[in-house]
């Protein structure tokens, strides 16, 4: 017998049909791969790669040219951990070439924005009981997870609660471009 889709994946699942992109979220330790290192990379495009966990592989391979995901700093103190912009997908998954085939693949990421405020995972936490899918969301079911879906609702709440993010290119309200 099948077994019933998640709530949050459910409501992944809507937001895709309903618009075409998926919200997915992305971990990384900010000592080895930063914000203002993927904002820096040329044309803010570089490589998510070194996922070894099996789930977290099967969600990079389900990315299409043009999802968005939220860059999360993961760290060793409640303080660090937080979302601290958006990127989107600008290359599907590919096979490691040359020296790197042997760290599996990689899927190309494109720096957006930067959230004006950074959304700690404490705030999350505590809007699971109030925004429709948090109480779902992997960040808090599984949070050793590097590479998870984002419900729709739980994207907009986060995106809302950043105070929007800053484009590249784009100057922050009151700043002369």
């Given at each position: 017998?099948?077994?019933?889709?998640?709530?949050?994946?459910?409501?992944?699942?809507?937001?895709?049909?309903?618009?075409?992109?998926?919200?997915?979220?992305?971990?990384?330790?900010?000592?080895?791969?930063?914000?203002?290192?993927?904002?820096?990379?040329?044309?803010?495009v570089?490589?998510?790669?070194?996922?070894?966990?099996?789930?977290?592989?099967?969600?990079?391979?389900?990315?299409?040219?043009?999802?968005?995901?939220?860059?999360y700093?993961?760290?060793?103190?409640?303080?660090?951990?937080?979302?601290?912009?958006v990127?989107?997908?600008?290359?599907?998954?590919?096979?490691?070439?040359?020296?790197?085939?042997?760290?599996?693949?990689?899927?190309?990421?494109?720096?957006?924005?930067?959230?004006?405020n950074?959304?700690?995972?404490?705030?999350?936490?505590?809007?699971?009981?109030?925004?429709?899918?948090?109480?779902?969301?992997?960040?808090?079911?599984?949070?050793?997870?590097?590479?998870?879906?984002?419900?729709?609702?739980?994207?907009?709440?986060?995106?809302?609660?950043?105070?929007?993010f800053?484009?590249?290119?784009?100057?922050?309200?009151?700043?002369?471009?």
């Amino acid at each position: 017998m099948p077994r019933k889709a998640k709530p949050a994946a459910q409501a992944t699942a809507a937001a895709t049909t309903a618009t075409g992109v998926q919200y997915w979220l992305v971990k990384t330790e900010p000592g080895e791969w930063s914000w203002s290192d993927q904002a820096s990379a040329p044309g803010g495009v570089a490589p998510w790669d070194g996922v070894r966990n099996h789930q977290a592989m099967k969600n990079l391979r389900a990315m299409r040219t043009g999802d968005r995901c939220l860059f999360y700093h993961s760290g060793t103190g409640a303080a660090s951990r937080r979302v601290v912009g958006v990127v989107e997908v600008a290359r599907t998954w590919y096979e490691g070439e040359g020296k790197d085939a042997a760290a599996g693949g990689a899927v190309d990421v494109r720096a957006v924005g930067e959230f004006r405020n950074p959304v700690p995972l404490g705030d999350i936490k505590k809007a699971a009981g109030e925004v429709e899918g948090m109480r779902e969301f992997a960040l808090l079911r599984q949070p050793r997870l590097s590479v998870m879906p984002v419900p729709s609702k739980v994207w907009d709440w986060i995106c809302d609660a950043g105070g929007g993010f800053v484009q590249d290119g784009e100057a922050e309200e009151g700043e002369e471009a």
